[in-house]
């Protein structure tokens, strides 16, 4: 069973609430936009804690180094069937200020040729209604879950 772990990362705006998603990198998501928003997140390896895996994911796809302590959310499932192990924490940045790792696939297909990408091609805070509307809809679940558990 492929599992992964993110942070749905919040803060308050001018007394709103706002949520930080990315929009993933890569030729796969490029002319995608509404429906394509997510949490940062990325696989589990094996022997790693899940809220581990969701602080260096972060890191990985941000440039960002969390501090504090993680609040566990949800563990969702998404449409394709991978769970992900997802936390909450109250931080404030500069989405414009991402600085993503990158990873390597064929492109275009069967060419023989390979290219770069980077695996957040862009960060930006949302209220949530807008979240709501942008996110992939399998993660929407998280937003819920955030608004009970803040209150």
Sequence with gaps: MKRSAGVLIWRRNGGALEVLLVHPGGPFWRNRDQGAWQIPKGGIDEGEEPA???LREVEEELGLVL?????????????????????????????????????????????????????????????????????????????????????
Excluded: C, Y
Aim: hydrophobic share 40%.
């Design 52 to 54: 581990a895996a969701a």
């Design 67 to 151: 501090e504090g302590e993680l609040q566990p959310l949800d563990e969702i499932r998404q449409a394709g069937g991978k769970w992900v192990v997802a936390f909450s924490l109250e931080h404030d940045f500069d989405a414009e200020q991402i600085r993503s790792n990158e990873f390597e696939v064929e492109w275009p297909p069967k060419s023989g040729k390979f290219a770069r990408f980077p695996e957040v091609d862009e960060a930006r805070w949302m209220s949530f209604p807008e979240a709501r509307r942008m996110m992939l809809p399998s993660q929407s679940p998280l937003l819920d879950r955030l608004a009970e558990t803040l209150g």
